[in-house]
């Protein structure tokens, strides 16, 4: 199905442990985003991608690390698990031309 | 840095009536979008409405409009004849240049019979 998709959904985890959050659409989307969202804190940009091989930090980007080889491929590094990583992570894609942001269905990740 | 503030972190409304939902950014753009988003308890992310900022007609979708004061840098959510599954949490955001899309912090709307 077409859409926007991200793996694992839910996902516990230990301190110091690297973890890969996946996220995939096919729509051919140039543009990518990672945002965490956080009680009291909305949703935070952690990094977007506005083109394969071409990554721009977002707000808080501190401990994430991300790669785009393919336009439909946008995963998210946690290379070094903290607590305070402990959040619902949200993969969104949009094109250049509309400012529309479909987002996926969120992967809930705890450190611990 | 362009910011989005929701200064209302809960608002309740009764069936069938109205409520606003009050939403302020700060830019230093002139041409931007802003967008209310929506967010129920399964937790999906779904797009209610849009403004494109040089546009002075306010945009509107079925029950739900918008007050778009750009000298005020203003936007808040109108959601007339209220629904019982009007209740999730709304997110207003912004768009301008740089291609980032920025969130306030929400607000909860409940609905009540």
């Known amino acids: 199905d077409a859409g926007i998709t991200q793996s694992p959904r839910y996902k516990i985890t230990e301190t110091g442990r690297q973890v890969t959050l996946m996220c995939h659409q096919t729509?051919?989307?140039?543009?990518m985003f990672w945002y965490r969202q956080d009680l009291g804190h909305g949703l935070r940009l952690i990094y977007y991608?506005?083109?394969?091989?071409?990554?721009d930090k977002g707000e808080v980007p501190d401990g994430y690390v991300v790669s785009r080889s393919k336009t439909e491929n946008f995963p998210l590094t946690l290379e070094s698990a903290t607590r305070s990583q402990t959040s619902v992570y949200f993969c969104a894609s949009t094109n250049a031309d509309s400012r529309m942001l479909y987002f996926g269905p969120g992967t809930r990740l705890t450190v611990t | 840095a362009q910011t989005v503030t929701q200064s209302q972190p809960e608002m309740s409304v009764q069936e069938a009536e109205t409520v606003t939902l009050s939403c302020t950014y700060d830019t230093s753009e002139s041409d931007y979008y802003l967008f209310w988003y929506k967010q129920p308890p399964s937790r999906q992310m779904i797009l209610v409405i849009r403004q494109e900022a040089y546009k002075q007609q306010n945009a509107t979708e079925n029950r739900f409009s918008v007050n778009f004061q750009k000298a005020a840098k203003s936007f808040s959510l109108k959601i007339s004849d209220s629904q019982l599954g009007d209740a999730a949490m709304y997110f207003c955001a912004y768009r301008g240049n740089t291609d980032k899309l920025i969130f306030g912090t929400g607000t909860r709307l409940q609905v009540f019979p």
């Open positions: 991608s506005a083109a394969a091989d071409i990554t």
């Open positions: 729509w051919s989307h140039s543009y």
